[in-house]
């Protein structure tokens, strides 16, 4: 008698294997489904010109649109000696080099005067509610807005934005020969606004110090980049910054502190985070209340990011080092669906570059360089950031998927006249790079910056404010 265990046996594992390669074969099958929609959605991104397929929100479908610019540039005036010709082979100027020249006959096209001001109080019809990113913007009482390098705080007990930034309105000098260009601390500036657009000027909220050489906050320093959060359990208001000397070797974080959005801020300390060098630097905030320090270290050549103490007044000892070896600076970070976005700039101290998306699924890493998230304009606009440089990135309640990319055109001659350049930045569609790891599967949604000469934020969302 055939032991029908033993019998049946051999049956079975061939059943088994038959549907063990069935589900290899349509793993397989899925898999190169999967692969050819990933290439074919990279296809459309390969020569910069990057066709999107439109976001199905209908509030967005303006700010998707894909705005070109032509700019001529114009041929250099007088002619070089046939000396300076065989010294420097003569090179193509670029719209970087115009924007660079102070005496570039495009310089109204980076830099427009006053007459083309964007004025809130004064504009209406038309250009009501409408960004002119680069134009100069100005507050409630006519005077150009003076918040670089800032940050944005939705402060939900007053139903504002509070808009803090480094206040710059003066003289722009070199502390030395080759140093950067600086302008002495005056302070933090911090604007009020319900529909962010229209600004008034709440003041100096944490001033420089005028006569203590040794304090941070000494005029002779550098102060940049202020971030205010909202502690829900002490009650206070909570800035970080960037403190420097003007040769930027000290490196450091600052901390003031406030019962009030609108200030005074009492400052507190600098310190070097976790012991480490730490230049350009942002503070996120994430849904569970946890705040986050994230800084530019090891000589700019990496960032570090670490959890904030539950007052927000100090980092826990804990720190993951991202995109090292990226040389990356000036973060700005988001958070979408369960996704860490950050977006960053290289470094060329005050001079645009090219911007990068990053995606994380953890915040504390690892970090994925997802590609440049600038869309329109030309190929220099979008490998200079629009001639700007990442600050924040500001959340639309309301509109999934959608936030105002905010960013900084320094003008290095006259830093108190750099511009912003607010943007809408969306996240959605295809990635168009695939990830080394990932076998060509994008893991996560591209990040656009749309170039508009000229845009508003839907009018559904404004009313809803
Ligand atoms: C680039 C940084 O992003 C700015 O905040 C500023 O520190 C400049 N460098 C100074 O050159």
Redesign the pocket.
Known sequence: MPISGTGNFPRVLSGSRCSMSAVVWSLVGFLLVLHMYSRFSNINAVNGDIQLRMSNHPLVHELEQVEKENIQIPHRKGKRSPRAAKRRPKRTTTLIDEFLDENSQLRHVFFPDMKTAVNPIKDSGNDSYHYHPGRIWLDTEGNPIQAH?GGMLYDERSNTYYWYGEYKDGPTYHAHKKG?ARVDIIGVGCYSSKDLWTWKNEGIVLAAEETNETHDLHKSNVL??PKVIYNENTGKYVMWM?IDDAN?TKAAVGIAISDYPTGPFDYLRSQRPHGYDS??MTIFKDDDGVAYLIYSSEDNSELHIGPLTEDYLDVKPEMQRILVGQHR??PALFKYQGTYYMIT?G?T??APNEALAHAAESIMGPWETMGNPCIGGNKMFRLATFFA?STFVIPLPGIPGSYIFMADRWNPADLRDSRYVWLPLIVGGPADRPFEFNFGFPLWPRVSIYWHRKWRLPLSWRASK
Do not use: F, K, L
């Open positions: 390098g950067a940049e980049r960037h930027y230049r350009d600076e000036a700039s470094c101290g005050w440089q």
